[in-house]
Structure formats: structure tokens, C-alpha cells
């Protein structure tokens, strides 16, 4: 079922055989076998139970495998497939992470903010959490009832207590304690907006306000601390018995901004916290 002779996978080649043999688990050595040093391919036992389609599949099947077989000696060994040269390459992995699990392309606009998490000035634990939020892989209530791990219902509420099903756009944007963080991080930036209902349009709306004077990197800075002290008080409250104070999320975004983009080598953000806390536009 694996892609392991030319660029996909056999079963999606020719589906219609795939979906008549008997032995779709077989590994590749398990479909042939050595005569006298010659690979003979065995692909299917009972030709006469095929229909006519799988037939002319199989046909078309044998003649693609002709002189592909197994190494009789050598060890197995793992090659890396997205580039043409065998050596794993991060950007490789990227690229295929931007394609969905159908294969399609990721929305635009998603494509877009993953891009601004990644190349944002912040550590790479903060931009895996934002890799995560905006591909909603993130472990909320909503995602954990889907995936069979709590009960539904009130088990799937936001644990801030609004009686809202927790999912990443309601924790981080709508949730009357998000607005509350959002409303305070809008006036420290000296920004008249409100925010959206989508993660991605939200950071982006972000950035589409900004970028003319301020780096995409520092201001998507920004946006992730403020999600990633949402989640980390959210955290507080789920496993610590924490409760809710607005106020630390805030003093936890401006403390945890100013220490990551003045302390980061390339950033170069000068200033001391007192500066930062007054008017972090000037050192943006
Ligand atoms: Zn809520």
C-alpha cells in the first residue's frame, strides 16, 4: 500500500485491482519469489476470480514491474523520497506538511499565517504551538471530545467557564476572557480593531496593519506570546487548580515579548522592559 516504485502508491494507481486481491497487507517480497537467481512477481493468486477492469489493470501492473525486483543482497537501508538526491532536508518536510492529509493544498490564507509562525523571532517551542494552532492540532476540548478522549457536552465547555464549546477560534479569539486580553494588547499597540473569528485571519489581519512599518516577524511575534499565555494560563487553571486573572495573561505577554524578541541574537529589539511596557511600537 506504501509509495515504494515510482511517485504513488500502487493501490491508488489501480484501484480497482487493490480492491479485488485478497492479500492487500503482503509486503513486496511477500508478492514474488527467486527461481534460480530470477525475481518471478506473484502479485495476484487467482487471476480467473478478477474482473475484467482489475484484468487489464493487472496487465498494465505487470508491465510496469518488468526488471523491478527485490535486492538479493545488501541491507535494507531508508532513503529519504522528497528531493532527488536520497539527504533529508527540513525544507522538504515543510513543503509536504503544507499539503493536507488529502494531498491538496492547504487554503491560502492558512498558508500564509503558518509561514509568518514559522519565520517569527520566538523560540522553536512557541512556533510549533503556532504551527499547531493554525492546523487546529492542538489538544482542546473540542479536539479531545472528537477524538474519543473525554465524554461530549459540558466535558467539551471552555474551561474558563462560558458554556462554549473550547475549539481554538472560541479560546483565542471569541472567549469573553480573549477579548478581554485582545482589548488590553489592542491599546498597549496603540491599535483600533477588534478581533476576527478565524485564527489565521486574525493573525494576519495583524500583520496586514502593521507590516508596512513593523517586521512580520516581530509583530507575528506578538500574536503567537498572546495565544501562547492564553494556553498556558488555560493549562494553569486544567491541571494546577490556577484560576482566571486576565492581568497576568497580559503582564505575561508584554514580560514573555520583550524577553524573547530583545534577548533573541538576530532580533536586536533594544530597549528595557520599562520602555517595552510603555510603548513597544518604538522598538517593534
Ligand atoms: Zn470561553
Known sequence: MARWH?????????????????????SVLEMGRWEQLRWQWNVVEDEIALSQVAREELLELKQLLVGVEPKLSGEDSWVWSLNGTGT???KDYYNLLMRNPAGGLMEQRKIEALDVVWNSWLPSKVRIFGWRLIKDGLPTREQLVKRGIIAGNEDSF?????QCQENINHLFLSCQVAVGVWEKIYLWLELDIHPLVE????LLQMIDIL??????RRVGAIWLTVCWSIWRHRNDIVFNNGVCNIAEIIYNVK???WWWLAIGNKCKVTCNFYEWNQCPLLYL
Open 158 to 162: 471552555c474551561v474558563f467557564g462560558c
Open 88 to 90: 533529508f532536508k527540513v
Open 199 to 202: 485564527c489565521s485571519e486574525d
Open 255 to 257: 514580560m514573555y515579548s
Open 211 to 216: 507590516h508596512r512599518v513593523r517586521s512580520p
Open 6 to 26: 515510482g511517485r504513488y502508491a500502487l493501490q491508488d494507481v489501480f484501484p480497482v485491482l487493490f480492491s479485488e486481491i485478497v492479500n492487500k497487507h503482503h
